[in-house]
Antibody, heavy 120, light 108 residues
Framework: EVQLGESGGGLVQPGGSLRLSCAASGFTFSSYAMGWVRQAPGKGLEWVSSISGSGVSTYYTDSVKGRFTISRDNSKNTLYLQMNSLRAEDTAVYYC?????????????WGQGTLVTVSS | EIVLTQSPGTLSLSPGERATLSCRASQSVSSSYLAWYQQKPGQAPRLLIYGASNRATGIPDRFSGSGSGTDFTLTISRLESEDFAVYYCQQYVSSRRTFGQGTKVEIK
């Protein structure tokens, strides 16, 4: 059974840093692209970042470029999102997603989400 | 950046009725790189459709997707109680992937 579990969220001051983790199990982690999608309170979904199975290719939405870094450790079946220079507008639930079997650019399994709150 | 505009914002329907949701892109979404997701309160999104018209694994056949270019549609042929939720379209033709703002399907 595919399982994804995010951790690392919490309350952080503006300008601070957090590292989110997404532990994966039930599939061959290194064979699938992964990504992060966030949802601000009461708002819609926003794609944040994606990474290829090998970790060589990474992609970011413009608002986080230069501040967030996506990475993965295929030996630990874990996806990461390092978030620096956090802003109030980064407050959201952050979900990790697994690339689907037939189209790895969409996500067929998701974690339960971890809440990041940026506030003084 | 490709902007996706979904309409209507809210759809009020009764169980058993047909739901038609629209997603319009600001530029052509080539190769129909468009997906639809369903999200219920407090839950993660669920993949329904990819490639504009392909149902994801385990998705009932009352859900169907169509369209190409800039205009896409998600149709739910007969609404069941578990289908009342928010639906999002997403384009993935661009490395800068974007979601629409969502359509809420509520019980009338």
């Amino acid at each position: 059974e595919v399982q994804l579990g995010e951790s690392g969220g919490g309350l952080v001051q503006p300008g601070g840093s957090l590292r989110l983790s997404c532990a994966a199990s039930g599939f061959t982690f290194s064979s699938y692209a992964m990504g992060w999608v966030r949802q601000a309170p009461g708002k819609g979904l926003e794609w944040v970042s994606s990474i290829s199975g090998s970790g060589v290719s990474t992609y970011y939405t413009d608002s986080v470029k230069g501040r967030f870094t996506i990475s993965r450790d295929n030996s630990k079946n874990t996806l990461y999102l390092q978030m620096n220079s956090l802003r109030a507008e980064d407050t959201a639930v952050y979900y990790c997603g697994k690339g689907s079997e037939k189209q790895q650019l969409v996500y067929d399994y998701w974690g339960q989400g971890t809440l990041v709150t940026v506030s003084s | 950046e490709i902007v996706l505009t979904q309409s209507p914002g809210t759809l009020s329907l009764s169980p058993g009725e047909r739901a038609t949701l629209s997603c319009r892109a600001s530029q052509s979404v080539s190769s129909s790189y468009l997906a639809w997701y369903q999200q219920k309160p407090g839950q993660a999104p669920r993949l329904l459709i990819y490639g504009a018209s392909n149902r994801a694994t385990g998705i009932p056949d009352r859900f169907s997707g169509s369209g190409s270019g800039t205009d896409f549609t998600l149709t739910i042929s007969r609404l069941e109680s578990e289908d009342f939720a928010v639906y999002y379209c997403q384009q993935y033709v661009s490395s800068r992937r974007t979601f629409g703002q969502g359509t809420k399907v509520e019980i009338k």
